[in-house]
Nanobody, 123 residues
Framework: VQLQASGGGLVQAGGSLRLSCGAS????????TGWFRQAPGREREFVTA????????VYADSVKGRFTISRDNAKNTVYLQMNNLKPEDTAVYYC?????????????????WGKGTLVTVSS
């Protein structure tokens, strides 16, 4: 499975961005897909994940109510709509795929990683 993330950029606090993660490869549409992020000087952390059917989304507490994950299997693409962005959301965002249900994503490894896309939120 190959993953390609896009959509990062510079935005002011309170603004919005939408990230996209395109997937390709054998059975890529049967994996749960999600996002992690890594801020400068910090460890990579879980953000959100969604099942391959587009159900059971799980969110980190820090983004609940502001971020929404969705997927379009016809396009093999997962989206992350980020609203009301805060400076602490600044990070490199990585798309990931894993066979496990989203509820298990807060621990354990990831099967596939995509290259990151940088999101910078200015105050």
């Amino acid at each position: 499975v190959q993953l390609q993330a896009s959509g990062g950029g510079l935005v002011q606090a309170g603004g919005s961005l939408r990230l996209s993660c395109g997937a390709s490869g054998r059975a890529s549409d049967t994996y749960a897909t999600g996002w992690f992020r890594q801020a400068p000087g910090r460890e990579r952390e879980f953000v959100t994940a969604i099942s391959w059917l587009g159900r059971m989304p799980v969110y980190a507490d820090s983004v609940k109510g502001r971020f929404t994950i969705s997927r379009d299997n016809a396009k093999n693409t997962v989206y992350l709509q980020m609203n009301n962005l805060k400076p602490e959301d600044t990070a490199v965002y990585y798309c990931a795929a894993r066979r496990s249900p989203p509820a298990q994503w807060t621990s354990g490894g990831v099967d596939y990683w995509g290259k990151g896309t940088l999101v910078t939120v200015s105050s």
